[in-house]
């Protein structure tokens, strides 16, 4: 989680964490948002920090993704549109996204009908960062890798290299 904070802080975009409140997170030297302990679903925590954020947009990173690039970060910042999301290999990458405030009613329809955040983001008509334009700012498939299994952790690590 410390790679996606500092590369949020870096983008100079304010960094929060939205967490659960029985979640255990190292000192980050950034606010923690609590979202709702139920449901246990990404979309509450993207409402919570929609809902903190009041009128302004957000750029979403997963804390899984040690990857994500400042230079991408601020540059999602920067558009216009409601909904932008990176791609990769033709799948959406919904936590790798800007998020307009405007978004909220809906984020929180698609929450109260448990939808997925795929689903709900594809209902959004999204505008999509395609890999042609990610690559502008690194390998597309390192930006959007996230760590899901222990495999997949030591991968980051090997990537990340012996001093991370």
């Given at each position: 989680?410390a790679?996606?904070?500092?590369?949020?802080?870096?983008?100079?975009?304010?960094a929060?964490?939205?967490a659960k409140?029985?979640s255990?997170?190292?000192p980050l030297g950034c606010p923690?948002?609590h979202?709702?302990?139920?449901?246990?679903?990404p979309?509450?925590?993207?409402?919570a920090?929609?809902?903190?954020?009041r009128?302004?947009?957000?750029v979403v990173?997963?804390?899984?993704?040690?990857?994500a690039?400042a230079?991408?970060?601020?540059?999602?910042?920067?558009?216009r549109?409601?909904l932008?999301?990176?791609?990769?290999?033709?799948?959406?990458?919904p936590l790798?996204?800007r998020?307009?405030?405007a978004?909220?009613p809906?984020?929180?329809?698609?929450?109260?009908?448990d939808?997925?955040?795929?689903?709900t983001?594809e209902?959004l008509?999204?505008?999509?960062?395609?890999?042609?334009e990610l690559a502008r700012?690194?390998?597309p498939?390192?930006?959007?890798?996230n760590?899901n299994t222990?495999?997949?952790?030591?991968?980051?690590?090997?990537?990340?290299?012996?001093?991370?």
């Open positions: 989680i790679y996606p904070v500092a590369a949020v802080a870096a983008a100079g975009l304010e929060v964490v939205v409140r029985d255990e997170l190292p923690t948002l979202e709702p302990d139920a449901p246990r679903h979309l509450c925590g993207i409402v920090a929609l809902r903190h954020a009128t302004r947009p957000l990173v997963g804390c899984d993704m040690p990857f690039d230079r991408l970060l601020a540059w999602l910042g920067s558009l549109q409601p932008a999301v990176a791609s990769v290999a033709g799948f959406a990458q790798l996204a998020y307009d405030n978004l909220l809906a984020l929180e329809a698609a929450l109260e009908r939808w997925s955040l795929r689903r983001v209902s008509a999204p505008r999509i960062v395609a890999e042609d700012f690194g390998d498939r390192r930006l959007c890798f760590v222990f495999a997949d952790l030591e991968r980051a690590e090997r990537l990340l290299g012996p001093d991370s």
